[in-house]
């Protein structure tokens, strides 16, 4: 079993920042990719950001300038922080790791139950 827990979001103005984090446990043998994915109200689920173990990040366009990402191996641990945030930065959050466990044979995606980032104008 994989749990993951995530913490930071609520509501902020236009303009301001949150940083969002995420910490994996459980029967986890390795990870690969962390990221952060979000839906908004009426829109498809889509990533925001992923970082790779070796530190290798990829962003969305619509966050490519105002997104930093990063991890902590040891500690199974992803960070984001979004700046100058936006009305349609509005969205649950969902962290998502891809770890191979030890009774899989393979790697498996596993998302959080999300925390809900509200931002106001």
């Known amino acids: 079993q994989v749990q993951l827990v995530e913490s930071g979001g609520g509501v902020v103005q236009a303009g301001g920042s949150l940083r969002l984090s995420c910490v994996a446990s459980?029967?986890?043998?390795?990870?690969?990719?962390m990221g952060w994915d979000r839906q908004s109200p009426g829109k498809e689920h889509e990533t925001v950001a992923a970082?790779?173990?070796?530190?290798?990040?990829s962003r969305a366009s619509f966050v490519k300038d105002r997104v930093t990402i990063s991890r902590d191996n040891e500690k199974k641990t992803v960070i984001m922080q979004i700046f100058n945030l936006k009305p349609e930065d509005t969205a649950i959050y969902y962290c998502?790791?891809?770890?191979?466990?030890?009774?899989?044979?393979?790697?498996?995606?596993?998302w959080g139950q999300g925390t809900q980032v509200t931002v106001s104008s």
């Open positions: 998502y790791v891809r770890v191979k466990t030890y009774a899989s044979g393979g790697y498996v995606d596993h």
């Open positions: 970082i790779t173990p070796g530190g290798s990040i």
């Open positions: 459980g029967n986890i043998a390795d990870i690969f990719t």
